[in-house]
Nanobody
Framework: QVQLAESGGDSVQFGGSLKLSCVVS????????LGWFRQVPGVERELGAI?????????SYADSVKGRFTSSKDYAKNTLYLQINSLKPEDTAMYYC????????????????WGQGTQVNVSS
């Protein structure tokens, strides 16, 4: 059974930092493309990944988060991370991790597996 479990969400002030984690189980971690998505309450989830990392470790980011978000992964722990710096109120959202064999599918939001999300709240 495939499971993706996010954690690390919190309520922080403008300019703060957070590190989100996503523990992946039930699939060959090193063979999947992984991504982070977010959804604001009452709004549809952003279609594209805000951050992605390929099976080989190549990262990509949406323009809206470039320079502030960093995705990484630990093969020994089967864990995906998202370091978020210089948080802004508009970063307030539920953050999800997702996995797919194809990075094209992850980027387009058509991942095969999804976590339940972790909430990030940023106050001004």
């Amino acid at each position: 059974q495939v499971q993706l479990a996010e954690s690390g969400g919190d309520s922080v002030q403008f300019g703060g930092s957070l590190k989100l984690s996503c523990v992946v189980s039930g699939l060959p971690f090193g063979e999947y493309c992984l991504g982070w998505f977010r959804q604001v309450p009452g709004v549809e989830r952003e279609l594209g990944a805000i951050a992605g990392i390929s099976d080989s470790g190549t990262t990509s980011y949406a323009d809206s988060v470039k320079g502030r978000f960093t995705s990484s992964k630990d093969y020994a722990k089967n864990t995906l991370y998202l370091q978020i710096n210089s948080l802004k109120p508009e970063d307030t959202a539920m953050y999800y991790c997702a996995a797919a064999r194809s990075c094209a599918n992850v980027v387009r939001g058509k991942a095969s597996y999804w976590g339940q999300g972790t909430q990030v709240n940023v106050s001004s």
